[in-house]
């Protein structure tokens, strides 16, 4: 069994320079990948995209989606992977690309997988890693930074070739990065309102909670269910602020 390339994109957040998201359809169109993203490039010049694409993965860059917001981009997808070359605290256990694609063996056959690179300049924030379910880095000796389409090219070149007949693992449709985001925000709010994580800055708060389900992979109808316990919450703690308001006072 094989990573099923018909379910892998590149997603390519704030692209500088046109020349690198030819570049990137290039290496995407050599290893299997159809599907290019590009979202809200500083520019989109076709003819100079085309150019560094040449002929033969015009295909690509016609079908090629763009967006405004990353959010937009991601929703459809039940597997992000993010690229970086910094490693943290707030950023989780990193794979190296061979280990990753392994991994992406089983996912790949049931999911929709985004694999995701930040801008030329400074890679991708906390903020965009948010929405990742894993995180990998190329290896390099001293120099760690590489131009985006080298990077798209060694990480989707480990991904054609990872294979392992002997595998049995399955892993079935995951929840949609949309529909992920909604749960998220149900539990914000929920959270919030319990006091159990700061009202005043919860997205800090929430880090943990991300990397928390991301980790698991949750199903669509699991997402539900969270979501469903969260409205019966706001619907108790409602219930109970109404009561508390309506009691007749103790005095007198």
């Given at each position: 069994?094989?990573?099923?390339?018909?379910?892998?994109?590149?997603?390519?957040?704030?692209?500088?320079?046109?020349?690198?998201?030819?570049?990137?359809?290039?290496?995407?169109?050599?290893?299997?990948?159809?599907?290019?993203?590009?979202?809200?490039?500083?520019?989109?010049?076709?003819?100079?995209?085309?150019?560094m694409?040449?002929?033969?993965?015009?295909?690509?860059?016609?079908?090629?989606?763009?967006?405004?917001?990353?959010?937009?981009?991601?929703?459809?997808?039940?597997?992000?992977?993010?690229?970086?070359?910094?490693?943290?605290?707030?950023?989780?256990?990193?794979?190296?690309?061979?280990?990753?694609?392994?991994?992406?063996?089983?996912?790949?056959?049931?999911?929709?997988?985004?694999?995701?690179?930040?801008?030329?300049?400074?890679?991708?924030?906390?903020?965009?890693?948010?929405?990742?379910?894993?995180?990998?880095?190329?290896?390099?000796?001293?120099?760690?930074?590489?131009?985006?389409?080298?990077a798209?090219?060694?990480?989707?070149?480990?991904?054609?070739?990872?294979?392992?007949?002997?595998?049995?693992?399955?892993?079935?449709?995951?929840?949609?990065?949309?529909?992920?985001?909604?749960?998220?925000?149900?539990?914000?709010?929920?959270l919030?309102?319990?006091?159990?994580?700061?009202?005043?800055?919860?997205?800090?708060?929430m880090?943990?909670?991300?990397r928390?389900?991301?980790?698991i992979?949750?199903?669509?109808?699991?997402?539900?269910i969270?979501?469903?316990?969260?409205?019966?919450?706001?619907?108790?703690?409602?219930?109970?602020?109404?009561?508390?308001?309506?009691?007749?006072?103790?005095?007198?």
């Amino acid at each position: 069994m094989k990573v099923n390339l018909e379910n892998v994109a590149v997603v390519l957040h704030e692209p500088h320079f046109p020349e690198n998201i030819g570049a990137a359809a290039r290496a995407a169109k050599n290893m299997g990948v159809k599907r290019l993203i590009v979202v809200n490039p500083r520019d989109c010049d076709l003819t100079r995209i085309l150019k560094m694409a040449t002929h033969t993965a015009e295909d690509v860059v016609a079908e090629m989606e763009v967006y405004d917001e990353l959010e937009d981009a991601l929703a459809p997808f039940s597997h992000i992977v993010g690229t970086t070359a910094r490693t943290g605290s707030h950023r989780q256990t990193v794979r190296s690309p061979r280990r990753l694609a392994e991994d992406l063996i089983p996912i790949t056959q049931e999911n929709l997988t985004a694999i995701l690179f930040g801008t030329e300049t400074r890679g991708l924030t906390n903020g965009e890693l948010k929405y990742c379910h894993s995180l990998v880095t190329i290896p390099t000796a001293d120099f760690s930074s590489l131009n985006l389409a080298q990077a798209v090219m060694i990480m989707l070149y480990e991904i054609f070739l990872a294979g392992n007949a002997e595998s049995k693992a399955f892993v079935p449709r995951l929840a949609t990065a949309r529909e992920m985001e909604g749960m998220y925000g149900n539990l914000r709010d929920t959270l919030s309102r319990i006091n159990f994580i700061n009202p005043e800055n919860p997205e800090y708060w929430m880090v943990g909670v991300r990397r928390f389900f991301n980790r698991i992979g949750l199903r669509a109808r699991e997402v539900k269910i969270i979501r469903g316990i969260c409205r019966q919450v706001d619907w108790y703690c409602r219930q109970k602020a109404d009561s508390e308001r309506t009691a007749p006072s103790k005095e007198g």
